[in-house]
């Protein structure tokens, strides 16, 4: 039981290059997150999503875009990478949405956008 | 809207000191309140919970209960040891997860 993986675990791209960040879950979860963690902001959720086919606007979503095609997966894309979108990034799930749900993170990625 | 202030940090300890790490919330409804942990080169995990006023959530040691007269759901600890160098994240829940900035703990031997 692997519980949340993400992929790549660190990457560096060039101002306005794309790339697609991938996290993958094995619990059955119905619900996934991003987030973003900057020093001294703690996490900013990104997107989520309640389920397979399903995602919504987080507190940060400006220059992000995601799908969740298949339930374990959920894709995290960048069309014109940005600094300011220099960061690491972490994808968790949960079973739950309601109070008291915990959520489990993945390992994170660390991007540097130049 | 709803939100979370933690003490800044570094706190920085020696082995078998006292923890306090200070958490308060602003919240709308009733929230569940949460502690986690991140450490080194690590994703964020859950330490501790509680879902209701006076709940006491606990773990490993770590102790923090939910006072909703004072809104605040303080971090303890008796006795640190140098494995609990991490960055400690207080968090609420009513609809989505809100974190605080963390507060890193270093203990020395």
């Known amino acids: 039981n692997a519980g949340v993986t993400q992929t790549p675990k660190f990457r560096v791209l060039k101002t306005g290059q794309s790339m697609t960040l991938l996290c993958a879950q094995d619990m059955n979860h119905e619900y996934m997150y991003w987030y973003r963690q900057d020093p001294g902001m703690g996490l900013r959720l990104i997107h989520y999503s309640v389920g397979e086919g399903t995602t919504a606007k987080g507190e940060v979503p400006d220059g992000y875009n995601v799908s969740r095609l298949k339930k374990q997966n959920f894709l995290l894309g960048l069309e014109s990478a940005a600094p300011s979108q220099t960061s690491v990034y972490f994808c968790a799930s949960s079973l739950k949405r309601a109070r008291g749900g915990t959520q489990y993170f993945g390992p994170g990625t660390r991007l540097l956008v130049l | 809207g709803d939100s979370v202030t933690q003490m800044e940090g570094p706190v920085t300890l020696s082995e078998e000191a006292f923890l306090t790490i200070n958490c308060t919330y602003t919240?709308?409804?009733?929230?569940?309140l949460f502690w986690y942990v991140q450490y080194p080169g690590e994703g964020l995990q859950l330490l501790l919970k509680?879902?209701?006023?006076?709940d006491k959530g606990s773990n490993k040691g770590f102790e923090a209960t939910y006072r909703k007269e004072t809104t605040s759901f303080h971090l303890e600890k008796g006795s640190v040891q140098v494995s609990d160098s991490a960055v400690y994240f207080c968090?609420?829940?009513?609809?989505?997860?809100?974190f605080g900035t963390g507060t890193r703990l270093q203990v020395f031997p």
């Open positions: 968090a609420l829940d009513t609809d989505k997860l809100i």
């Open positions: 509680a879902t209701k006023a006076d």
């Open positions: 919240a709308t409804g009733y929230p569940s």
